[in-house]
């Protein structure tokens, strides 16, 4: 039997990843622990079950053949190698890697009326497989369209917006910046969608949201400026902000090799706040970067116990896939970290620069020649 345990926390795309890479060792005992009763799912193929026909089963996330435990981690202990799980029962790591992912942004507790919206069931989100069943069971309710008010203008806000204008709900779309997306797109991509929603939904672009109220069974939110939009309900999309065990409740701080500020521990996905020189600080939370970053933490555990490679520092390449109000838009890297140029030539491409390199490319309607891009990242810029 080995005498190296390593804990993974998380049985999302990075913890199932990192799990999975050290699976296929005889070498290495694997507990992924993941949250209680959970059934672990892909995230990214939620809004099927929401949207669509897809039953809940049909996105469960295969697993590796690795100990599993469904008993949520509440706190680690750095100087013991210790984990305490919600249960109280305790294990003990020889390497632990924090994969614990994201939690979504919600309403400030300080805004007006938030907490009675919540409480009668007029605010969504659409993170968890629970959250995709009651938004289900939500759109089933209504005999015609429903007014649909979503808070938000990143990927989930904008693909969102797209699939409830097709199937014929009317939306209302309300994000703070005048050009919503920036940071999920980058500019000349955001910018293009935000034209496409002007186009297809109502919009409130540049907007805040002072409070929110329900009345004659809907929500009526107030907006800057005294205006008052009122929907069936809202639908929130917010962004996410990073999830872990204490003492890393806001995030694992990691360096390149994504190891933390503790004694054989690491971090990945979701929960992972990186520093590095090429792109300073940043933060990614999309399903095929985490199932990356997850490979790569697994990669570094093994470099420190002296049974593999250095894998060097992590530096994003994977690519996403949306498609809002007919268009496919696509991306890899980190377009968000870079200044933005438009490559000459016929099709919709940007590349993002930072410190002289390409640090991510997007596009509208050219997926090959933005994945193409991908081994090519972090060169110097021509």
Sequence with gaps: MSSRHVVVLGAGASGVGAARMLASR??????LVARSDETPFTRMLITGVAFGPLPPEAVALPLPEVEFVADTASEVDVGARRVRLASGARLRYDALIVATGSRPRGLPPELPGAAEARSAGLVHGLHSLDDALQLRERLAGFAGAARIAILGGGAIAAETASTLRA?????????????????AFGAPVAERLAAEHSARVLTRFGRSVDAVAAADGGLVIELDRGERVVADFALLALGTEPSGPAPWADG??????LRADAPGVFGAGGVAVH????????????????????????QSVLHEFGAGADP????????YLAMVHGLVVSGVGAPACGEARLEDGEEFVARHEFGGRVVGVSGIGAVGTV????????????
């Design 275 to 298: 520093r590095d020189e090429v792109l300073g600080s940043w933060r990614i939370d999309h399903w095929e970067d985490a199932a990356a970053q997850g490979a790569h933490a697994a």
């Design 252 to 257: 694992v701080h990691v360096d390149g090799r």
């Design 312 to 319: 060097g520092d992590y530096l994003p390449r994977s690519s």
């Design 167 to 183: 199937q014929g709900h009317t939306v209302i779309l309300i994000a703070r910046s005048r050009v919503p997306g920036i940071a």
């Design 371 to 382: 994945v193409q891009w991908s081994p090519r990242l972090h060169e110097a810029s021509a």
């Design 26 to 31: 005889g070498d290495t005992r694997v507990t």
